[in-house]
C-alpha cells in the first residue's frame, strides 16, 4: 500500500484545511487509516484515525471537537478536516495504514503498516 498526503499550507489561526491520503494498492480500502503530526524537535503524536469501513473513529484529545476525519473508499481517500486551527497545530502531518488495528492501540504508531511522506501544516497566530 503506498499513500500520498496531500493539502498541507500556511494558514492563519482559526482558519480550517482538509488533508487529503490518497491510498492506493492491493485492497487498500481494507486498511484503517491514522494521522500522526510530528512538530518541530517534538515526538511524533497521534491526530485521528479511522477504521477501514469509517463507521469507527478516533481523536486525540487536542483534536478532538475541531478535527474530523472521514474516508471515501471508493476514491480510496481518507481525509482530515481540520477547524480552529491553532498555533500549536504547526507540524508535519503523515497519514499511515494498518491492516489489523487494535481500537485501544489505535494511537500507537506500531500498529500500522505503512507510512505516507507527509505534508506540511504551518499555522500563524
Not at 11 to 38: E, I, K
Not at 43 to 68: I, L, P
Not at 100 to 106: D, F, P
Request: hydrophobic share 30%.
Amino acid at each position: 500500500v503506498q499513500l500520498q498526503a496531500s493539502g498541507g499550507g500556511l494558514v492563519q489561526a482559526g482558519d480550517s484545511l482538509t488533508l487529503s491520503c490518497a491510498a492506493s494498492g492491493r485492497d487498500a480500502s481494507n486498511y484503517g487509516v491514522g494521522w500522526f503530526r510530528q512538530a518541530p524537535g517534538k515526538e511524533r503524536e497521534f491526530v485521528a484515525a479511522t477504521t477501514w469501513s469509517g463507521r469507527n473513529s478516533y481523536y486525540a484529545d487536542s483534536t478532538k471537537g475541531r478535527f474530523t476525519v472521514s474516508r471515501d473508499n471508493a476514491k480510496n481517500t481518507v481525509y482530515l478536516q481540520m477547524n480552529s486551527l491553532k498555533s500549536e497545530d504547526t507540524a508535519v502531518y503523515y497519514c499511515a495504514a494498518g491492516r489489523s488495528i487494535i481500537s485501544t492501540e489505535v494511537s500507537a504508531g506500531r500498529s500500522y503498516d505503512y507510512w505516507g511522506q507527509g505534508t506540511l501544516v504551518t499555522v500563524s497566530s
